[in-house]
């Protein structure tokens, strides 16, 4: 129908179309000016073989997984916290909102300040309380670089975890928790036993949904490290940026996220059978 | 029933916590831009000795953000205005007239939603410079429409099931065309979704950054976050700027979102539940 027309218009030749193309990319030598010939396989030999692939697979991993698990435990803690009876509770949910309106961009602008280690505010407070001697390279040492970048990234996204929890634990019936109190169950046993067991529909949307965004997340990294010190933060969405946009290699940077999307599937894939597994224990 | 005090003390306790982790970065970067480089640089102080609004001035003379802005906000009205209309109509379509392949449109935009960006901006790129628009504020328009318009007619597909099509037919027997009765009927009915639709545009328009990156090259068509983070690499003691463009990036967000909030978070659970 006409009212559809521009939707569709729009599916097909900006989302469809540039999905095939991005596969027939991988399978070209197309450069910026010039037609690509196709191939074959030799973009899919040539990214797998590069060390700088592998570790994008293990970076990407890494980085999603442990910025999933801190989220969900932090939004989580907030959300138990939120939901008890507490004085200003609405400014608290509005304020612990905050860095999840803030823009991306600003978060990690602002992150990559408090790291700086000549002036970051970091550096001075420890130094100050006497738990470092010298200032520490957050982001340009090796050891650190990765756990700093997962930090900021989860201080800007707990807050969507915290507001879907604490919307789903608005919804459990607080008799529950009363007569479970007659009964003499503890905090913990309530929780496990109440408040989880209600959340299971929840959880699993935002877990779902957060995996897939986490996993392709570029702002923190190329915001704060560019994928440095020496690839220890080279996720593949930055990989495909470099091999794509800084060094104009079309093809291979298609390659690249070709080859992750069964990595992406995957993890969908492992949270909808983790999520499976714990509604039926 | 009283909560033990055990449970109250580790609540506050926790809450405080939580207050001071996301009061912290925040409280840097206001202060920071407030600060004179001699506070940031030689004689660090935590509070600003003599706060100075010189960092915004300069800012936005030497740097010229004010061009910046205009270009997010023209990129971000924009694309808000298209994809309210085109989503708006697309939504009535899908909801309201029966036809074949109007599931398929449902798939492709779920498809949409799952696809990573990452994956599309080399190819969108490749079309973006075949166009012949490479570096402008157009190819940003049209590309922020491929993932707005099938975010927002999901969600306002969830508003317009939830009104009774009786109202419309109604309308119609008055004499009312179909497309009136859109936008005489259902589109004042849906007013919250419509207004979350437009929050969510803007605000993703104007924050968004990977195509912005890829798209724009020079400084008259960069958006505020390229602008900024170009910055970055420019000088050594550029943070006072820096915060001070990252304060007036965000404020104007922070007061449509929470001007909204109400209808956003409605919104979101129309397009959830009832989607």
Known sequence: MGLLAPTVLILLGLVLYPFFYAIWLAFSDKAVGSAGRYVGFRNFAYVIAWPQFSAAVFNTVIFTFSAVALKFVLGMSVALVLNQRIRGRNFFRAFLLLPWVMPAFVVYLVWRWLYDPLSGLINYALIDLGLVASPIAFLSDRSTAMPSVVVAHVWRNFPFYAISFLAGMQTISQELYDSAQVDGASRAQQFRYITLPGLYQIIGVVLLLTTIQTANAFEPVYLLTGGGPSDATMVYTMLVYVMGMVNLRLGEAAAVSTLFLPLLVGLVLAVTVLLHRKANA | ?275
């Open chain 2, 1 to 275: 029933m009283r909560e033990p005090l055990s449970i109250r003390a580790t609540t506050y306790t926790l809450l405080a916590l939580f207050v001071l982790m996301v009061a912290i970065p925040l409280f840097w970067m206001v202060t920071t831009a407030l600060k004179s480089n001699k506070d940031l640089y030689e004689d660090f102080s935590y509070l600003p000795r003599r706060p100075t609004f010189e960092h915004f001035v300069r800012v936005i003379q030497r740097e010229d953000l004010l061009t910046n802005i205009r270009n997010s906000f023209v990129v971000a009205s924009t694309t808000t205005v298209v994809t309210v209309f085109v989503s708006a109509f697309a939504a009535f379509s899908i909801v309201r007239y029966r036809y074949r392949g109007r599931e398929w449109v449902g798939r492709l935009i779920l498809f949409k939603y799952l696809l990573p960006t990452a994956m599309l901006f080399v190819p969108l790129y490749a079309i973006v410079v075949a166009l012949g628009l490479g570096n402008t504020l157009t190819s940003l328009i049209l590309t922020y429409l491929s993932f707005m318009v099938p975010f927002c007619t999901w969600m306002l597909m969830g508003y317009f099931r939830s009104i009774p099509p009786e109202l419309e037919e109604h309308a119609m027997v008055d004499g009312c065309t179909k497309i009136g009765a859109l936008f005489r009927i259902l589109l004042p009915l849906s007013a919250p979704g419509i207004v979350a639709s437009a929050i969510f545009s803007f605000t993703l328009s104007w924050n968004e950054f990977l195509l912005a990156l890829v798209f724009t090259s020079d400084h008259t068509t960069m958006t505020v976050p390229i602008k900024l983070s170009m910055m970055v690499v420019g000088d050594q003691y550029i943070w006072g700027q820096l915060m001070a463009g990252a304060v007036l990036a965000s404020v104007p967000i922070t007061i449509l979102y929470f001007l909204g909030q109400r209808f956003v978070v409605q919104g979101l659970a129309a397009g959830a539940v009832k989607g």
